[in-house]
């Protein structure tokens, strides 16, 4: 069965420290997401990308975050000066989208970043 | 805006018998899915269950089923037949059925024990 994959598994960074995660979504599959999990909290919707652009970001995605699709199968993460509070589990999603987005989502197993 | 809550932040039960997760939302949207996501301790998201909110019947998918209440909005996971393996976060969430991202809105999530 396909996967979503993503790397590293667990990054550790200094605050104030770029960082780049790493996703290899389902290959037909148009619709690609970054959710964020803070330890023990509920699942946060940070990022959608359609067509080569954002379709959608929440008012967690501010300017320190971007998303790159750069050679078509590839799909990143960038956080520009991480904070303390960017620790947290994310995780990367795709979809087929329109009818297949209801058959829901296939996740990756996330990626753990801690900012120290 | 839509919201998904889940009022029961832990449960636990014995092992070969039932449980049932609740789960409510809001929303103005007649065209929507909705999911029940498990999260076990390895941290990767799980679809366990989806349903199309179209549809009146009741989605099942081996020992898991749901009873969808579309009028009163409410969501809610039966498990039966529980095993030690069905411990888990379960999360519910909810998709707006056409959209610009098709992005999930998650409830805060239930943690179940299964007691052997």
């Known amino acids: 069965e396909p996967e979503v994959t993503q790397t590293p598994s667990h990054q550790v960074t200094q605050m104030g420290q770029e960082v780049i995660l790493r996703c290899v979504p389902i290959?037909?599959?148009?619709?690609f997401y970054w959710y964020r999990q803070i330890l023990g909290q509920k699942v946060e919707f940070l990022v959608s990308?359609?067509?080569?652009?954002?379709?959608?970001k929440s008012e967690i995605f501010d300017d320190q975050f971007s998303v790159e699709r750069p050679d078509g199968s590839n799909f990143t993460l960038k956080i520009r000066s991480t904070k303390l509070e960017d620790s947290a589990m994310y995780f990367c999603?795709?979809?087929?989208?329109?009818?297949?987005?209801?058959?829901?989502?296939?996740f990756g197993s996330g990626t753990r970043l801690t900012v120290v | 805006a839509q919201t998904v809550t889940q009022s029961q932040p832990e449960m636990s039960v014995q092992e070969a018998e039932t449980v049932t997760l609740s789960c409510t939302y809001d929303?103005?949207?007649?065209?929507?899915?909705l999911f029940w996501y498990k999260q076990p301790p390895s941290r990767q998201m799980i679809l366990v269950i989806r349903?199309?909110?179209?549809?009146?019947q009741n989605a099942t998918e081996n020992r898991f089923s749901v009873n969808f209440q579309k009028a009163a909005k409410s969501f809610s996971l039966k498990i039966s037949d529980s095993q030690l393996g069905d411990t888990a976060m379960y999360f519910c969430?909810?998709?707006?059925?056409?959209?610009?991202?098709?992005?999930?809105?998650f409830g805060s999530g239930t943690r179940l024990l299964v007691r052997p």
């Open positions: 929303t103005s949207e007649n065209n929507y899915y």
């Open positions: 349903q199309e909110a179209y549809k009146q």
């Open positions: 969430a909810f998709m707006k059925g056409m959209d610009s991202s098709y992005k999930l809105i």
């Open positions: 999603a795709s979809t087929r989208g329109t009818g297949g987005a209801g058959y829901g989502y296939t």
């Open positions: 990308f359609y067509n080569n652009e954002i379709s959608e």
């Open positions: 290959s037909n599959h148009l619709y």
